[in-house]
């Protein structure tokens, strides 16, 4: 039984981390792919050519993608999006949830901006339990205000799927910061603990 064990296990080791590639993969894929259902049906691969070709919809968008940035980085495209987000600004829901969105991709991907970028260990799901958290941003100050302590927003993934997970405020003084970099914390969530990071911690009352 030990020795079936080990190899089991050894087997777990392979296969587990590719089929969860694979699953991330297909998941982007498909969901490029699902691009080419916005062009006229009779401009579709599958309609042209008779059969469905894997992939294109990925080339698709990523062709779209390319273009779109070359045209928003020049004065006229740039004037032609202004325009654009001020027709949007007009329109009550759809206002709403573009700015939102655009807010939140302009916090992520800004390189002064703080979301995602410290590793946090936070007591979840209960006392005695740990788990691994992205800090995503300061507590408003009428939460911490209202608290009359200081909160933070984080992030809890889940495994081994870390797209989806929970947003919790939390008081800064009760998560440890890890002193580990983003790609290793997510290689330990997404390979259900199995790739063990080296790392230091420190309270976040002393950072």
């Given at each position: ?9 050894a087997g777990l080791f392979v296969w587990l981390p590719l089929w969860v590639t694979l ?135 889940t495994t081994p799927n870390p797209t989806s997970g929970f947003l919790m405020l939390v ?37």
């Amino acid at each position: 039984m030990r020795l079936f064990r080990r190899y089991l296990i050894a087997g777990l080791f392979v296969w587990l981390p590719l089929w969860v590639t694979l699953l991330v993969i297909r998941f982007v894929i498909d969901v490029l792919d699902s691009t080419l259902s916005l062009l006229p049906r009779a401009y579709r691969p599958d309609e042209l050519f008779g059969m469905h070709i894997p992939g294109l919809g990925v080339i698709l968008s990523l062709v779209v993608l390319l273009l779109t940035g070359v045209l928003v980085t020049n004065f006229i495209g740039n004037w032609l999006i202004q325009a654009w987000e001020s027709f949007l600004a007009r329109i009550p829901l759809v206002r709403t949830i573009y700015a939102g969105v655009k807010k939140i991709l302009e916090t992520l991907f800004s390189p002064s901006g703080q979301s995602f970028r410290k590793v946090l260990l936070v007591e979840y799901p209960r006392l005695g339990m740990w788990s691994i958290a992205f800090q995503t941003g300061n507590g408003a100050p009428v939460l911490n205000q209202a608290a009359g302590k200081e909160f933070i927003t984080i992030f809890i993934p889940t495994t081994p799927n870390p797209t989806s997970g929970f947003l919790m405020l939390v008081p800064k003084d009760q998560v440890i910061e890890l002193k580990m970099s983003v790609d290793a914390a997510l290689k330990f969530v997404i390979s259900l603990g199995v790739l063990q990071p080296f790392s230091k911690v420190k309270r976040s009352e002393d950072a």
